[in-house]
């Protein structure tokens, strides 16, 4: 079960890293490092807060 939780939360940290880099071109360079930086630490909690703070 736990490997389960390792590979959502690889899966979120990739989706929030490159919709960030790729699909973002307004955001400066260092909003886009916190990104990435937060998606590499709390992933899943990043890709939640990504959705709807810049996706909605």
Request: aromatic residues 16%.
């Amino acid at each position: 079960m736990e490997i389960l939780a390792y590979i959502v939360g690889l899966i979120c940290a990739i989706y929030v890293i490159v919709e960030v880099w790729s699909k973002q071109p307004g955001m400066g360079t260092g909003e886009k490092v916190l990104w990435t930086v937060a998606a590499l630490f709390f992933n899943i909690l990043t890709a939640i807060v990504y959705y709807f703070v810049k996706k909605a």
